[in-house]
């Protein structure tokens, strides 16, 4: 009788395992910027930079084309293209 039950147990743990691993897990409640204006997402790109210690300069290259364009544009590990940005 135990050689069915430790099969039966481990099966059912594993099926547990398998069930919280592939749950959805919680979005993360910190501040996600806001990339709709050019002047808000040279705001975000500023904090961002800032707070890995990078320069800023980029920054302020990619808010001078987004008020041409509409689109900003910033490269890198953290870069990022959005289209559609409102030109204030």
């Excluded at 800032?50 to 041409?68: L, N, V, Y």
């Excluded at 509409?70 to 940005?85: P, Q």
């Amino acid at each position: 009788m135990r050689q069915v039950a430790v099969p039966a147990v481990v099966a059912a743990v594993l099926m547990e395992m398998t069930a919280l691993a592939s749950a959805e897990r919680p979005r993360s409640s910190q501040f996600q910027p806001d990339f709709s204006t050019c002047s808000s997402s040279r705001d975000a790109c500023v904090i961002g930079t800032t707070r890995r210690g990078e320069d800023t300069g980029r920054c302020e290259k990619a808010f001078k084309i987004c008020m041409r364009t509409g689109t900003w544009d910033t490269y890198g590990l953290y870069g990022r293209r959005v289209h559609g940005v409102a030109r204030r």
